[in-house]
Nanobody, 128 residues
Framework: QGQLRESGGGSVQAGGSLRLTCEASIHPDNRGNNRYAMGWFRQGTGKEREFVAAISANGEALRYSDSVKGRFTISRDDSKNLVFLQMDSLKPEDTDVFYC?????????????????WGQGTQVTVSS
């Protein structure tokens, strides 16, 4: 239960874009995944994991960290059990491992301890 798998990371030059995808398999038979709020977090080497973006189960409530607001967009496609993070105007300081997370509640939250399931992460590298 609670399997999340990220993809879409890679290397890009500053100012470029990447779209991360999280394939969610939370509910045992994949039904009911749309009851879970989802989020993206990031972690640099030697740093603590920090919040990036979150979306409520119904997709209506969105939250972003100040550092990515206006540049990143979170969305979800529950028909395919996917969550996306569109990252535009990337900066070298966006270089991190990005993690998908799910919380066992429909309500959006930003605190790391509010999330119950985690993926393995995908590396994003932005060169200047």
């Amino acid at each position: 239960q609670g399997q999340l798998r990220e993809s879409g990371g890679g290397s890009v030059q500053a100012g470029g874009s990447l779209r991360l995808t999280c394939e969610a398999s939370i509910h045992p038979d994949n039904r009911g995944n749309n009851r879970y709020a989802m989020g993206w977090f990031r972690q640099g080497t030697g740093k603590e994991r920090e919040f990036v973006a979150a979306i409520s189960a119904n997709g209506e409530a969105l939250r972003y960290s100040d550092s990515v607001k206006g540049r990143f967009t979170i969305s979800r496609d529950d028909s395919k059990n996917l969550v996306f993070l569109q990252m535009d105007s990337l900066k070298p300081e966006d270089t991190d491992v990005f993690y998908c997370a799910a919380r066992n509640s429909p309500l959006v939250r930003t605190h790391i301890q509010s999330f119950d399931f985690w993926g393995q992460g995908t590396q994003v590298t932005v060169s200047s």
